[in-house]
């Protein structure tokens, strides 16, 4: 049994933070240059934040901490998210 | 009323022990930001970096050579969940400092898989930490942190570095991998220092 749930889980929390839903964005990973849709990310959720990971080398993507005041995200482990206009 | 009063009824009969906002739970929940390390003890080493860049190491035999201490703590995860009484070996941090010449008033943890957290030097000492490899007379299991995970049970338990692999002492306080991302800097359960500001 994996430990981690698919990119496409974070939809939601994402979409609290994002007009676009990020989750079919393409995303680069700044460890190792992979470029796949966020969706093929690996998700952690059993923890005290959600953490996506790349699938290629386990770079940490993204991090979303909500606290009872305010929501962090790090986005360190993304070179970048390309999200289509239309 | 009873002779006894509530509050005398022994330390595991209800709520009074827990930390405030906690519940108690009976199994060991399994948190991970990332897959589990699986390190064979063959390969495990300890490092402590002190602030003059100076390494101090220990391989597993080395490790399970020193003097062990059976450890019996509550333990408090900042998820909510407190687990009482749970029982470890492990060899405490005073022993594995004892010949580190340092003036550092900080600590970074570093673990297998890359996970962070940073605490006082001053909490490590004074027989409030361990490095542990044994939970419940089982050697420690790879989800739970194992072969040897930091033990600092007076802090939340994200300061517990499950994998851990060395200690970089510090005379500047950097931040870990939760404490980047708004958890609190020091951790007290007790405090209820949960988040950054509490």
Known sequence: ????????????????????????????????????????????????????????????LLRVVTTPTNTYLDLRGLTYLRIPNS | ??????????????????????????????????????????????????????????????LTALPAEEITKDIHCVTRWSKLQTTWK?????????????????????????YTTNVPLEDLLDGQSWIAYEYDGEPLHPEHGGPARLLVPHLYFWKSAKWVRGLVLSDTEDLGFWETAGYHEYGDPWKEQRYAGD
Not at chain 1, 31 to 50: H, I, K, N
Not at chain 2, 22 to 45: C, K, R
């Open chain 2, 90 to 114: 492990g060899v405490s941090l005073d022993t594995l400092l004892a010949d580190v010449e340092t003036g550092a008033d900080f600590a970074m943890a570093h673990s297998y898989g890359g």
């Open chain 1, 1 to 60: 049994m994996s430990d981690y749930l698919d990119g496409n889980a974070a939809a939601g929390a994402l979409s609290e933070l994002f007009a676009v839903d990020l989750t079919a964005a393409i995303a680069q990973c700044n460890g190792c240059g992979q470029t796949t849709v966020f969706a093929e990310s690996r998700l952690y959720v059993d923890a005290p934040g959600m953490i996506a990971r790349c699938a290629g080398c386990d770079t940490v």
């Open chain 2, 1 to 62: 009323m009873g002779i006894v009063s509530p509050g005398f009824t022994g330390r595991r009969g209800g709520g009074t022990d827990l930390p405030p906002g906690q519940y108690l739970t009976h199994e060991f929940p399994v948190l991970s930001a990332g897959p589990t390390p699986h390190i064979l003890t063959d390969h495990w080493e300890f490092t402590v970096t002190t602030e003059t860049g100076e390494k101090y190491k220990w391989d597993w035999a080395a």
